[in-house]
Nanobody
Framework: QVHVSESGGGLVQAGGSLKLSCAASEPTFSSYAVGWFRQAPGKEREFVASISWTGDYTYYADTVKGRFTISRDSANNAVPLQMNSLKPEDSGVYYC???????????????WGQGTQVTVSS
């Protein structure tokens, strides 16, 4: 079992950047795949990006491909999500989750954080 938590959310203007981080205190976090999801008000939670436990495989939603980068920070036992060229439609609560595979499906993930708010103003 791992306890994941997100940080780094905030308010940014369109075109700006934010870097989110997903971290856990348990060393076993490094052996899990990690996914980032987001949920805007009135909408369903949607997949953003995911990474394998080795870091060799990454996957992105078409809407963020080329703008967002997911990676593994082994030194800090964390999975950052670098978000560039942000758009108002990127606003929402961003969640990270740990699971057995870097799937686009939320059901694959067993451990979820509480989320961090990202607001992009136009």
């Amino acid at each position: 079992q791992v306890h994941v938590s997100e940080s780094g959310g905030g308010l940014v203007q369109a075109g700006g950047s934010l870097k989110l981080s997903c971290a856990a205190s348990e060393p076993t976090f490094s052996s899990y795949a990690v996914g980032w999801f987001r949920q805007a008000p009135g909408k369903e939670r949607e997949f953003v990006a995911s990474i394998s436990w080795t870091g060799d495989y990454t996957y992105y939603a078409d809407t963020v491909k080329g703008r967002f980068t997911i990676s593994r920070d082994s030194a800090n036992n964390a999975v950052p999500l670098q978000m560039n060229s942000l758009k108002p439609e990127d606003s929402g609560v961003y969640y990270c989750a740990a699971g057995s595979a870097p799937s686009r499906a939320s059901l694959v993930y067993d451990y979820w954080g509480q989320g961090t708010q990202v607001t992009v103003s136009s």
